[in-house]
Every structure is written in structure tokens, then in C-alpha cells.
């Protein structure tokens, strides 16, 4: 019997070969034990879902080497990455603990790849560049579609879009959407929202950021769960369709298959968000002083060199005078925000 060359019978990872069942085992061990430590990992079960561990098996599949004479070879960087994607938005800390364990548990490689963390884990702003900007154009359907992403923003003045915007990450081919909070007109405006993200949704030209849209969540439900109804028509064209709410009433809205959602919260406000709705998206922390770290990367060495020591200086300037003396919200920030831009 002929085997398919694209089929997986064996996982290999540095100079272990497992069976695919075997592999598949220890991961799923990996995860229940990870659920079931609520010492060690309490902050696990709060945060993520099945749906996380189920899109990281797809992105670890999507992401290996080609698949040669039915092995699978596995790299510990597509390996932290595929964990990267999927399974962060928490604390560096806490993500390299967990990164450890799922290292030492499901590849049983302990001794030889922790040491190596550091050389592996990308910076936040490089993993989240990444996931924007990836393409996704080959052999798309309903089971490979690309997670929606969600942006948690550590700054005190809820700034993360803005200085994303600044340093080029999120460009003119991005649509944003707020809501005000006014409560004038706050119907309407939610009614606004909902049609542009529809029309957007079924164009698939602009990904669409949502900042502030916790009270119309529930009308993308569908959407955010990419749960879509797939319709073929004779000549083999698909097409996708959600169903969307708007003014109380719901009806399919055909999606594109490259229409990306990027949805912005506030760090302050995960307490408040119920486990399900952030299983739906890839998961991104990040704080100012990454998106300063990132940006400063990309000038010439010297230019880094003076733009910090002027940074510090300022720094130490307003600590001199007291904080309270410069007019901002929050000081401190709106200094390195402006060292971004």
C-alpha cells in the first residue's frame, strides 16, 4: 500500500523519533497537567482553552519542514513559536515556566533546551509583527483559517494602537474602530461599528482593530469563533458566512477568508473577561517599553546609544522636579512615547 507523502507517521526532534500517537499523547499530557496544576500554574485554566491547544497542534504542524518520507521534523524554535502564537499574553516570566514545561514533559529534552530559552524566545514585538503581517494564501478553508489576534495593553493611558501605529506596525492597511463610551447616541454609534466591521468583513481588504467594543462583543460571536458556514458552488467556488447581529437581529454576512480582527483590551480589564471569549484569539502583551525596546532596535547602534542616554536624562530630569510638574496623565509614559515617535 502506497503511503501518502504528506501523511505524519513519525515525529522527530533532534535524535528522538516518536510515533505520531506517541507525540500526540504527550502533548495532550502536557496540557491536562497544565490545567490540573493550579499551584504552579494557576494563572493557566483562567487564560487559556482547548481551542488554544488545538490551534497549536495546526500552527506546529503548518510551521515544520516539509514532511519527509512521513516525518515530521520538529525544531525547537517551531516549537516556541508554535507556543508563542497560541498560548502567550501572560508575563515573560510565566511564559517561560510554561514554555519549560511543556519542553520538559512533552519532548522529554529537559536538560538540553532550558538553558537555551533565551536564545530561542523572540521579542514580544517581533512575535506580534509576525503574526500581523503573515500571510495566509495557500490551501485556506474553514479548518486552517488563521486565528483573529487581541492585543492586551500594559500602558497607563490605553496607548498601545497609537504607538503600534507610530512605529509602523499597524499601517494604513489597518481599519480602526472605537467606541466613544458617550452615552448620546451610543446606539447609533454601536450600530455604525457593527456595519463597518460587516462590510469589512466580507471585503477582506483592511484588517479591522476594535478598541472599546466590549458591549457589541456578543453581536460577533460567530466571527470571533470563526464559526462559519461553508457553501460550494458548482463550479468549486466557496463561500464563507457568519452570522452577525445588528440591531438586535441576526442574519448570515458572508466573510472573506483573508479578513483579519485584531481586538485591543486593556491589561486592567482581564479580570473581567470570561475564559471562552479570550480562547477565541492569539494573544499578545505588550507595553510600552517594548515598543520603545523594538523601535530603538531598528536605528543605526550610535543613534540607539544617544536616544538612550537622552531618555535617561530626561528621566532623571523629571524625577528632579517631581512628577506632578509636568502636565500628563502619566508622565513617565507620555515621555517614551514620545521618544517613539
Known amino acids: 500500500m502506497q503511503v501518502d507523502s504528506n501523511e505524519v507517521v513519525l515525529v522527530r526532534f533532534k535524535e528522538q523519533v516518536v510515533e505520531m500517537n506517541e507525540f500526540s499523547e504527550r502533548m495532550c499530557s502536557c496540557y491536562m497537567e497544565l490545567m490540573k496544576n493550579t499551584d504552579r500554574f494557576s494563572f493557566f485554566v483562567d487564560?487559556?482553552?482547548?481551542?488554544?491547544?488545538?490551534?497549536f497542534l495546526k500552527f506546529l504542524r503548518r510551521s515544520a519542514p516539509a514532511v519527509t518520507d512521513s516525518i515530521l521534523h520538529i525544531t525547537e524554535q517551531v516549537f516556541l513559536n508554535a507556543l508563542e502564537r497560541n498560548f502567550n499574553g501572560i508575563d515573560k516570566e510565566k511564559f517561560a515556566n510554561m514554555c519549560a514545561f511543556f519542553l520538559a514533559k512533552g519532548l522529554s529534552s529537559c536538560d538540553q533546551i532550558i538553558p537555551t530559552l533565551e536564545t530561542y524566545l523572540?521579542?514580544?514585538?517581533?512575535?506580534?509583527h509576525n503574526a500581523l503581517s503573515e500571510e495566509h494564501t495557500k490551501n485556506i478553508s474553514r479548518y486552517n483559517l488563521p486565528r483573529y489576534k487581541m492585543i492586551i495593553d500594559h500602558t497607563n493611558d490605553d496607548s498601545v494602537t497609537?504607538?503600534?501605529?507610530?512605529?509602523?506596525?499597524?499601517?494604513?492597511?489597518?481599519?480602526?474602530?472605537?467606541?466613544?463610551?458617550?452615552?448620546?447616541?451610543?446606539?447609533?454609534?454601536?450600530?455604525?461599528?457593527?456595519?463597518?466591521?460587516?462590510?469589512?468583513?466580507?471585503?477582506?481588504?483592511?484588517?479591522?482593530?476594535?478598541?472599546?467594543?466590549?458591549?457589541?462583543?456578543?453581536?460577533?460571536?460567530?466571527?470571533?469563533?470563526?464559526?462559519?458556514?461553508?457553501?460550494?458552488?458548482?463550479?468549486?467556488?466557496?463561500?464563507?458566512?457568519?452570522?452577525?447581529?445588528?440591531?438586535?437581529?441576526?442574519?448570515?454576512?458572508?466573510?472573506?477568508?483573508?479578513?483579519?480582527?485584531?481586538?485591543?483590551?486593556?491589561?486592567?480589564?482581564?479580570?473581567?473577561?470570561?475564559?471562552?471569549?479570550?480562547?477565541?484569539?492569539?494573544?499578545?502583551?505588550?507595553?510600552?517599553?517594548?515598543?520603545?525596546?523594538?523601535?530603538?532596535?531598528?536605528?543605526?547602534?550610535?543613534?540607539?546609544?544617544?536616544?538612550?542616554?537622552?531618555?535617561?536624562?530626561?528621566?532623571?530630569?523629571?524625577?528632579?522636579?517631581?512628577?506632578?510638574?509636568?502636565?500628563?496623565?502619566?508622565?513617565?509614559?507620555?515621555?517614551?512615547?514620545?521618544y517613539i515617535s
Open 122 to 128: 523572540r521579542d514580544p514585538m517581533e512575535v506580534i
Open 162 to 338: 497609537r504607538l503600534l501605529q507610530i512605529a509602523g506596525v499597524l499601517n494604513s492597511s489597518y481599519a480602526f474602530y472605537k467606541l466613544s463610551g458617550i452615552d448620546e447616541g451610543a446606539e447609533i454609534e454601536k450600530l455604525n461599528l457593527v456595519s463597518r466591521v460587516k462590510f469589512a468583513a466580507q471585503k477582506g481588504e483592511k484588517t479591522v482593530v476594535l478598541s472599546q467594543v466590549e458591549s457589541v462583543s456578543e453581536c460577533f460571536y460567530d466571527l470571533f469563533n470563526q464559526h462559519f458556514k461553508e457553501f460550494r458552488k458548482e463550479e468549486g467556488d466557496v463561500s464563507y458566512f457568519a452570522n452577525i447581529a445588528i440591531g438586535g437581529v441576526s442574519r448570515p454576512c458572508l466573510i472573506s477568508p483573508s479578513f483579519q480582527c485584531v481586538v485591543h483590551v486593556q491589561g486592567k480589564q482581564l479580570a473581567e473577561i470570561p475564559a471562552p471569549f479570550l480562547n477565541r484569539f492569539e494573544k499578545f502583551e505588550l507595553n510600552i517599553d517594548d515598543i520603545l525596546r523594538w523601535r530603538l532596535k531598528q536605528l543605526t547602534p550610535g543613534l540607539c546609544d544617544i536616544l538612550g542616554q537622552s531618555l535617561q536624562r530626561s528621566q532623571e530630569f523629571i524625577s528632579s522636579i517631581g512628577a506632578s510638574s509636568v502636565w500628563s496623565p502619566c508622565p513617565e509614559d507620555t515621555l517614551k512615547s514620545i
Open 47 to 55: 487564560f487559556f482553552g482547548l481551542r488554544d491547544f488545538i490551534h
